[in-house]
């Protein structure tokens, strides 16, 4: 019925608004904030307000580091990290508790710097070229890395050196130490190795603006990390980074995406003995040792703890009734189904081993190029099947529509995903193309892992503004807010993503936040008394956080 007055207009108006958020899931939460709550959200709503121009507007470009670069909230990410550090939001949100991180890649958590450094403490680490490293050749050339067994170690001095024989094994230490002062030194042999080990701007909005190239640029970095992270020493000292940052930044549970596809990787003494069973077994001895720490320093409520998709959720520490981490056990999608066989197999051997580990099952890799789930369905399905017999659960937590695509193959996943009894949906990017399964994933409650900065690297975006989120939670869809591979775009933890996120629409608010924390637990592999004294470890966290804004800022903020 059209209004007949201003005062109906109105009215309308804002009914009209409040059936159009209806299905949001923050909308309820937003209807029962409490007074302290209502008066945080407010704070966050004027400082976004106000950054917008002090910070983001288009008279500040000019002034800006990069020069003549257009600023605005949810902006190239890559470009506006250094100044997102800078601002009273980023303050805020990297101090909130968030839940849990359900979307987690264990090659790309921890900083290439860090590791660089976890590395270099090991003598038995050594890299190799496949041609001398020069200014011609720094740019194109990529190391490889491993840990020798010391009957290999050699004592050759230098990967920059003309008479450096091509392919031959460099102590690290020794190629970093003599790395020619022409292309830097040390310090040029870091930052050679983070440059390969990371995305930098110029690739992302320049050299690879494309999904196709960026994505050979991203699958390059792992080539080059692995040689680092999977020899035992620097994989035990890794998994505690990891683990330790995102405490840090306010994540209080994990579930890590491990890929199994190689099926041994270096022990200490630098031999192929470790199998899958071993590396479950070195990640839970971390997870005890982390808890035990932040038990031993009064901080017990920062860390339910992880697990692994083939996820490997820990054992108890003692007097801690909640498991550790999960593992999500992950296979790469350039499998024959015949050769997947071994893996479905192999899962359900670990699962059998580390009931508390093991969460779920998931292919990795760019899905524009690589095979689809259709493929792999008549494994899948006596995988599911066997599961029955054996009486046991691993749920599929499948990547599906991260393109941009409409009825490609890679698009066309989504349906697979949803068919074969997916838990959750990794990136769902394509998932808005499509309302009918928009509506069973609400219906089903079907969470989405929604890896914003991870998307907008990656192409499938150009900015947070034109990302789908907003559509999705919209439709009523449950989403958990994932980092997917930090370390590869810079940075560890989860705060970025949710400044993103939380920059790029009015709507969003101090409910939203709360509900994507909440969710990330809600639809997490945790259950029953472990799901529980999750919440309430949030419940005791989450006004301690709302105090901070209120102290912090609300005397600026009146």
């Known amino acids: 019925m059209a209004p007949t007055s201003s005062a109906d207009y109105l009215t309308q108006r804002s009914q009209l608004i409040a059936q159009d958020r209806s299905l949001r899931a923050d909308n309820a939460i937003a209807k029962d904030l409490s007074e302290d709550e209502r008066k945080a959200d407010e704070i966050l709503r004027r400082i976004r307000t106000r950054e917008a121009q002090s910070v983001w507007s288009a008279e500040n470009s000019t002034k800006h580091r990069h020069g003549s670069q257009q600023l605005f909230p949810g902006m190239e990410f890559l470009t506006a990290r250094e100044t997102i550090v800078e601002t009273k939001l980023f303050d805020i949100l990297s101090k909130m508790p968030k839940g849990g991180l359900l979307h987690a890649h264990l090659g790309a958590m921890v900083r290439a710097d860090v590791l660089l450094e976890l590395a270099l403490s090991q003598p038995a680490m050594h890299v190799r070229v496949p041609e001398v490293i020069s200014k011609a050749t720094i740019d194109s050339v990529l190391p490889q890395f491993r840990g020798l067994p010391q009957s290999q170690w050699t004592t050759n001095e230098s990967i920059t050196d003309p008479a450096y024989v091509p392919n031959s094994w460099v102590p690290m230490k020794n190629a970093r130490d003599n790395f020619s002062a022409v292309l830097g030194g040390p310090e040029g042999f870091d930052r050679w190795i983070t440059s390969a080990m990371t995305i930098n701007p110029a690739e992302a909005y320049g050299t690879h603006n494309s999904t196709i190239e960026i994505w050979k640029k991203f699958s390059s970095t792992f080539g080059v990390s692995e040689g680092l992270i999977f020899f035992e020493p620097v994989l035990r000292e890794y998994i505690r980074a ?164 409409d009825g490609t193959m890679a698009d066309m996943n989504l349906y697979d995903a949803i068919l074969l009894g997916t838990k959750r949906i990794g990136h769902g990017f394509s998932l808005i193309k499509h309302p009918k399964l928009l509506e069973i994933c609400r219906e ?79 639809y997490s592999s945790l259950e029953g008394q472990q799901e529980e004294e999750a919440f309430a470890k949030l419940e005791r966290r989450w006004p301690v956080f709302i105090r901070y804004i209120l102290d912090t800022y609300g005397k600026f903020e009146a």
């Open 242 to 405: 990891y683990f330790l940052s995102s405490i840090d930044d306010g994540i209080s549970y994990l579930e890590t995406r491990m890929l199994f596809h190689a099926k041994t990787i270096l022990d200490a003494k630098g031999e192929e003995t470790m199998d899958h069973k071993g590396f479950l077994e070195l990640y839970d001895s971390v997870v005890e040792d982390v808890k035990a720490k932040m038990k031993e320093e009064g901080r017990e409520d920062e860390f339910v703890g992880s697990k692994v998709k083939l996820s490997t959720h820990f054992k108890s520490f003692i007097q801690c009734s909640l498991r550790a981490t999960q593992i999500i056990y992950t296979v790469l999608r350039i499998l024959t189904p015949e050769d997947l066989e071994w893996y479905l197999e192999d899962c359900i051997e670990m699962k059998k081993k580390f009931p508390h580990l093991i969460a779920g099952f998931d292919f990795v890799g760019h899905e524009d190029t690589l095979r689809p789930l259709i493929d792999y369905a008549e494994p899948l399905l006596r995988f599911v099947a066997r599961q029955k017999e054996l009486g046991i659960s691993i749920p599929f937590m499948f990547h599906a529509g991260e393109t941009l695509g």
């Open 444 to 522: 089903r409650e079907i969470c989405v892992e929604v890896c914003p900065i991870s998307n907008e690297i990656l192409r499938l975006t150009g900015s947070m503004p034109m990302h789908p989120l907003p559509a999705i939670m919209n439709q009523g869809v449950r989403v958990a807010l994932c980092s997917d591979d930090p370390a590869i775009f810079g940075n560890m933890g989860l705060s970025f993503d949710f400044y993103q996120v939380f920059v790029a629409s009015e709507v969003n608010g101090l409910a939203t936040l709360r509900t994507l924390v909440w969710d990330s637990i809600k």
